[in-house]
């Protein structure tokens, strides 16, 4: 998945980690591919971080694992654990597309939230999960009980001088994203614009382009950043923000801990502000590494996001929404209820938009809508069209990354010199005008989201 680094040439080690004299050589994977073979994830005392080891045929990495941990020097010695991206895949065939790059005219993105712009406001007619879930006066638009109130936010984005979340970076850790030309495989998502990216990295194939092979990728980021006024498709919910691909996961929608973590240190030294995680590791896991990672964002005040996992892939909430300071997401469908997939647990923090169908027990009309956004047609690189099939915590991730952008941009929490602060404000402010649903808090948090009180001043 890819190059690994040097084995530790260490003397004490060598035993560790040398084949026992009867063992038969095996490959050492382990149930379901749940880590990456002959490698064991190692930090020893002293060390700032934990390193990949490979290990000698015939050695199990349970075993080797197990070794290490006897070793006094030892901090911690895992499995190189495996994530999988927590959203259903879909074909995106639902809208016909014969020519490259045909997409419905859809102008109606409100740019800002202009009663001109609202007028045309095709965009509502598939992006339930952006409006408001009450009356705002805006007698142009529909509501919706599933809704964020992103209509309210623009506004109060525009009112404050930096619409869209201007000047906000957000760290996409995914599939890739399709975010430019290249060659004759690759094309850029059509309602992207070349202007709205920096500079990122493929941390599978370890080179400077991480481009998507999936669609997951596409369709996360088009939910956080996808553009507006351009006549074409739908809208993102931080237009205007940038947004960071940093591909961790492969054209399957797995990914190993550590090319992950180097994802995310990535993300840090390149001054991204959100980072969003719409993958999970399985349920129980311990994930030292990445867990290492997540704090450096922490001091560095950067927002940590990451969706909870979806019943029937995850047994429980998992890593890396457990992990230090991230806020963990829940999905909720277009009748605002908790989504029948979305797992429940001490680490879900809040809901936001995932679409499907809600628990038996929804108290509001059953509909089932997906999310909505353009991404690749079917496992095409440059044929696009808007998805039917994406439903998932990992697109209510993607929904809190933009609001965390938005709530940063709009002045509505007071600046913290202490970087540690930052994070804890944002947190708060997104979990505490949430709008509680009347269930447990294991299951919906501080409550689905509400972006538009979230960024009032």
Not at 80 to 88: F, K, L, T, V
Request: aromatic share 6%; proline share 6%; glycine share 12%.
């Amino acid at each position: 998945m890819r190059r690994l680094l040097p084995t530790i040439a260490l003397i004490a080690l060598l035993a560790i980690l040398a084949p026992a004299a009867q063992a038969a050589p095996r490959v050492a994977v382990g149930p379901a591919r749940e880590f990456s073979p002959r490698q064991v994830v190692v930090k020893f005392d002293g060390e700032p971080r934990g390193q990949a080891v490979r290990i000698a045929a015939g050695v199990g990495v349970r075993r080797a694992t197990e070794a290490l941990r006897a070793n006094p020097r030892v901090a911690y010695a895992e499995p190189n654990y495996i994530a999988r991206a927590s959203g259903s895949v879909g074909t995106a065939s639902a809208v016909p597309e014969p020519p490259e790059f045909t997409l419905p005219d859809d102008p109606g993105t409100l740019g800002g939230a202009s009663d001109a712009a609202a007028e045309a406001g095709h965009w509502a007619l598939k992006q339930w999960n952006f409006l408001a879930w009450e009356g705002t006066g805006t007698a142009r638009l529909p509501v919706s009980p599933g809704g964020i109130d992103a209509i309210g936010a623009w506004r109060n984005l525009t009112a404050a001088g930096r619409p869209g979340a201007e000047g906000i970076t957000i760290a996409v850790l995914d599939t890739g994203i399709a975010y430019r030309n290249y060659g004759k495989r690759f094309r850029r998502s059509p309602d992207f614009a070349s202007g709205q990216f920096t500079k990122g990295h493929d941390f599978v194939d370890d080179d400077q382009l991480p481009l998507d092979e999936n669609g997951h990728g596409t369709h996360v980021a088009g939910t956080i950043g996808e553009q507006t006024d351009n006549g074409i498709a739908l809208t993102g919910l931080a237009y205007r923000a940038k947004l960071m691909p940093i591909r961790v996961l492969d054209r399957q929608g797995r990914g190993d801990a550590v090319s992950i973590a180097r994802g995310i240190r990535y993300a840090v030294a390149h001054h991204a502000q959100v980072i969003n995680m719409s993958f999970n590791f399985g349920c129980g896991k311990s994930v030292s590494i990445v867990d290492e990672a997540l704090r450096q964002a922490y001091k560095k005040g950067i927002l940590t996001v990451a969706s909870v996992g979806n019943l029937g892939a995850e047994a429980c909430v998992s890593p890396p929404a457990t992990g230090p300071r991230v806020i963990g997401v829940g999905g909720a469908t277009e009748g605002g209820c908790l989504g029948d997939y979305s797992l429940t647990g001490k680490g879900v923090d809040l809901l936001a938009p995932g679409g499907g169908e809600p628990v038996a027990a929804c108290p509001t009309v059953s509909v089932s809508r997906p999310i909505y956004q353009v991404t690749l047609r079917g496992r095409s690189t440059k044929q696009f069209a808007i998805s039917s099939e994406y439903v998932g915590t990992s697109m209510a991730a993607a929904h809190v990354s933009g609001a965390a952008a938005l709530v940063l941009a709009s002045g509505a929490v007071k600046k913290h010199r202490n970087p540690k602060a930052r994070v804890k404000a944002i947190t708060k402010r997104l979990r505490h005008t949430a709008r509680d649903l009347d269930l447990p808090r294991i299951s919906q948090g501080g409550g689905l989201l509400d972006v538009g009180r979230a960024t009032t001043r």
